[in-house]
């Protein structure tokens, strides 16, 4: 099995900056692509920024410019800096990967709340 688990989350004020960090574990061949998701209360949840495997990142429209996902493959780790925060981003934050042979996993979430 493969298991994922985030840290980093917490409280922060309204332009401050925040690092999430998520490693996987377990019996791991390779990973595909690796993202973080969020979840407003209320809200559905939304990608965020995700990376592949080759190093290509995608960002959801309203993070760009302020966030900034990375990844480190040796370590199986991804990490996400959050720069210029907003209220608007506060949500539960997942870690998502796509390993092979086990499929797409999710991490338990770490929650981020901004205040103004």
């Known amino acids: 099995q493969v298991q994922l688990v985030e840290s980093g989350g917490g409280l922060v004020q309204a332009g401050g900056s925040l690092r999430l960090s998520c490693a996987a574990s377990?019996?791991?061949?390779?990973?595909?692509?690796m993202g973080w998701y969020r979840q407003a209360p209320g809200k559905q949840r939304e990608l965020v920024a995700r990376?592949?495997?080759?190093?290509?990142?995608d960002y959801v429209d309203s993070v760009k410019g302020r966030f900034t996902i990375s990844r480190d493959n040796a370590k199986n780790t991804v990490t996400l800096q959050m720069n210029s925060l907003k209220p608007e981003d506060t949500a539960v934050y997942y870690c998502?990967?796509?390993?092979?042979?086990?499929?797409?996993?999710w991490g338990q979430g770490t929650t981020v709340t901004v205040s103004s």
């Open positions: 377990g019996r791991i061949f390779s990973i595909n692509a």
């Open positions: 990376i592949s495997s080759g190093g290509n990142t």
């Open positions: 998502n990967a796509d390993f092979e042979f086990w499929g797409n996993r």
